[in-house]
């Protein structure tokens, strides 16, 4: 009986947060996430392996390929909620050991920052903010149940293990981009 009682008082929970999540997207906003995570390395170590953006596959569970196509663009081929998708995206700003931001040119609607913060000198804080726009009713169940924000946190905690376990970077860019 009380296992009942707890499956229909999560249900309804679940129910509302849907139903605001809609209600949100009814209005037009977009979804967004901010994640955080500390990475036992220096800041310089961290944000060149983020430069190394052809290696996301290796720690982004859903992602396929990234191509480099110039200092300022990339192109993504990724599954998002079980449908291959393919997008564009253009380096808006990056300044070394600070920040990379982006948006998305073509394709998945996105756009973010990510952000390097010294806690130590073998302690990176590395934060990421993204803003993106579900498409669809299985993105848009799955992004109120949270599954963007809950891969964002596993693909942080991957980039961490797999950084800290290699101690070094597989290369870094330490060119500047701002916004004109």
């Given at each position: 009986m009380l296992n009942r009682v707890v499956t229909v008082a999560a249900l309804a929970v679940g129910g509302m947060m849907l139903s605001k999540k809609f209600k949100n997207k009814?209005?037009?906003m977009d979804s967004g996430i901010i994640e955080a995570i500390e990475v036992n390395v220096p800041v310089r170590t961290a944000y060149n392996q983020w430069t190394q953006f052809e290696d996301?596959?290796?720690f982004m569970a859903s992602v396929k390929e990234i191509r480099q196509l110039d200092d300022k663009h990339l192109h993504w081929k990724a599954n998002v909620a079980g449908e291959d998708k393919e997008w564009d995206v253009e380096i808006t700003e990056q300044i070394p050991d600070e920040r990379i931001a982006w948006r998305s040119t073509s394709g998945v609607p996105n756009g973010g920052v990510v952000t390097f913060h010294k806690?130590?000198?073998n302690v990176t804080r590395v934060v990421l903010q993204m803003d993106y726009q579900p498409e669809g009713a299985l993105e848009k169940i799955g992004d109120a149940l949270g599954a963007v924000r809950l891969e964002a946190r596993g693909n942080?905690?991957?980039?961490?293990?797999?950084?800290?376990a290699r101690g070094k970077e597989t290369g870094g860019w330490r060119g500047s981009i701002s916004q004109h």
């Open positions: 009814a209005s037009g996301f596959p290796q806690i130590a000198d942080l905690q991957k980039f961490k293990d797999m950084l800290e």
